[in-house]
């Protein structure tokens, strides 16, 4: 299916392959059962709303249609779309009674993580909801060592404020030196919402 951006722009994510590749049985990854960081993360939403620790969820991007084939009576294949606004962030929900809103990357950098992978609306967006009072955050994902951190919404800030005059990107060193380093579980898989105690606590001694 092709989608494309409000303005006309073909939209492609960076980690939809182009063709499927059978992956070997020796290189399987099982630390990570070759989950992707939103896979991991829904797994683990599901089991905060099973245990009714918290109601997060996964927005919908919405999309307008403008081409559909069907080659069944009974099934429709959706061939062409465009997004009919830029997406804020990736997640929102309730927690503890705060509000959390916040966006889930990954990179292949060994050592730091590139503020492109960020979009102006989604920032103002983050700047907003915390002036409300909302907890945001990024989780973000060193995909070739397999370490998740979850970054205060404060430092990506201050990074995207300096970057005209600045560096590019946010060093992954400092990431864990602000933010938190999340350990993988059985249940949930990822365990952020501890990490997220931690940034309400630093976030009421700003207040």
């Known amino acids: 299916m092709v989608i494309h951006y409000p303005n006309g722009k073909t939209f492609r994510p960076q980690n939809m392959p182009t063709q499927k590749i059978k992956a070997s049985p020796s290189k399987v990854n099982y630390g990570n059962r070759g989950m992707t ?7 683990s ?13 996964k927005k919908p991007i919405p999309l307008q249609i403008v081409k559909v084939d069907y080659p069944k009576r009974s099934a429709a294949v959706i061939k062409e779309a465009y997004f009919k606004r830029p997406s804020t962030t990736d997640y929102n929900g309730v927690y503890r009674g ?15 993580f590139p503020l492109s992978n960020f979009h102006p609306h989604q920032i103002e ?3 907003a909801c915390q002036k409300q009072g909302g907890i ?17 919404a404060d430092l990506l800030f201050t990074y995207w404020d300096q970057q005209t005059t600045g560096r590019k990107s946010i060093p992954k060193n400092e990431i864990a030196q602000v933010g938190w380093k999340i350990d993988y579980r059985i249940k949930p898989r990822l365990p952020y919402l501890d990490y997220v105690d931690q940034l309400i606590e630093v976030s009421k001694r700003h207040l």
């Open 136 to 152: 945001c955050f990024t989780i973000v994902r060193f995909s070739k060592s397999q370490e998740v951190f979850l970054m205060p």
């Open 37 to 43: 960081l939103e896979e991991e993360i829904n797994d």
């Open 125 to 127: 967006h983050m700047r």
């Open 45 to 57: 939403n599901q089991y905060y709303r099973a245990t009714q620790k918290a109601v997060i969820h």
């Open 98 to 112: 705060y509000y959390l809103d916040f966006e889930a990357k990954e990179t292949r950098n060994l050592a730091s």
